[in-house]
């Protein structure tokens, strides 16, 4: 999904590589292709040793002798350094923004799945209590007919007036 979101910034990296190639191949065969014992035989051997600075690859069979072709391959390298860090921290961000996506969309599911239980353990729960109103309320009185009351104590009128003295 990242590479099918980045395929602009791929797609411009691997141009700019590709400019980048033969722009500084060109440039390193025409100065160097003069020199004795140079690896600089063709323009394509050029390129081949600018893909390898541009990428920072750099296998070593041969390299620039003068010192405007030194000047080339330090400009070449810093361009290669550049070019590759450019898109990257796009790619990076769109795996990124793909992440935390997919990181909402597994926390809605989570969450909907926890409602569904919560709400499938309600409802057993609300029939298990109209079940249990249900069977106290079809079930026989007890040993009281009414309900108990307290014994006699005397006080009855001050807890029922206030006072013994005072009624209403």
């Known amino acids: 999904h990242t590479v099918k979101t980045s ?5 411009l990296l691997f141009l700019l ?22 690896g600089f035989t063709s ?6 040793w600018a893909v390898q600075t541009l990428t920072s690859l750099g296998y070593g069979d ?13 400009c070449c390298g ?7 860090a450019l898109p990257i921290p796009i790619v990076v961000d769109n795996f990124a923004d793909y992440y935390s996506e997919q990181k ?11 409602q569904a ?10 029939n298990i209590a109209e079940n249990g109103l249900v069977g106290t ?8 007919s009414s309900p108990p009351m307290s014994p006699p104590d005397g006080l009855a009128r001050l807890r029922q007036n206030g006072t013994v003295e005072n009624k209403f």
């Open 78 to 84: 810093v361009c290669g350094v550049l070019v590759m």
């Open 62 to 74: 041969f390299a620039p002798t003068t010192f405007l072709g030194k000047i080339i391959g330090s």
């Open 117 to 126: 239980r919560q709400a499938e353990f309600d409802a057993q729960a609300k």
């Open 104 to 114: 909402k969309l597994e926390a809605k599911e989570l969450k909907r799945e926890a």
């Open 43 to 48: 323009i394509p051997q050029g390129m081949w």
């Open 17 to 38: 590589v590709g400019m980048g190639m033969l722009v500084f191949g060109s440039l390193e065969y025409y100065i160097e292709n003069e020199e004795d014992d140079t």
């Open 7 to 11: 395929w602009k910034d791929l797609g």
């Open 137 to 144: 309320l079809a079930s026989k009185p007890g040993a009281f």
